[in-house]
């Protein structure tokens, strides 16, 4: 779990107690499907209080959420159906060239936050945010600096990763 922490910079918060929001929204956007439909993003990542600004303090790490609820090749499933379904998205709400660009090899092109706001569309959005308690705005903002480089770690062969190479990110 520790390589899928690090690719995703999801350590603990700057308080050490979990999860930021904003690193809760990046693991939603790559897992979507997954967690649509299912309990509240929140509760599955195990978080139990609620914090000053309503989003809750602690939680497990999504990379031992993922390992620990659906074993490894669940998890190696949905992240690298996560990144399909997203590039997806992106390329029917013509931000394909911009998320092709982290998964090749070579720079990044960057997304503005109303780019990346046409491309992950209102529901998902709205999902989001409601999910992490923070703003549209300071999640559009967010994602924009985080989504490149994120997807960008987690494709190094300039590829779609197979499940069993996602798998071997989980483990």
Sequence with gaps: MALLDNLLGMGGSASGTGMSPLKMALLGVLAYRAF??????AETLGRSQPGANGVNAGAASPGAWLGSLLGAKAAGSILSGGIGDLFKQFRQNGQ???????????????????ELEQALGDEKID??????????????SGLSRALPETVDKLTPDGRLPTEREAERLVC
């Design 36 to 41: 649509q439909g299912n309990r509240r993003l």
């Design 96 to 114: 394909g060239d911009k998320a092709l660009s982290w998964i090749a090899r070579g720079p990044n092109k960057s997304i503005s936050p109303s």
């Design 127 to 140: 999902w989001l945010t409601r999910e992490t308690g923070i703003s549209r705005e300071e999640l559009l």
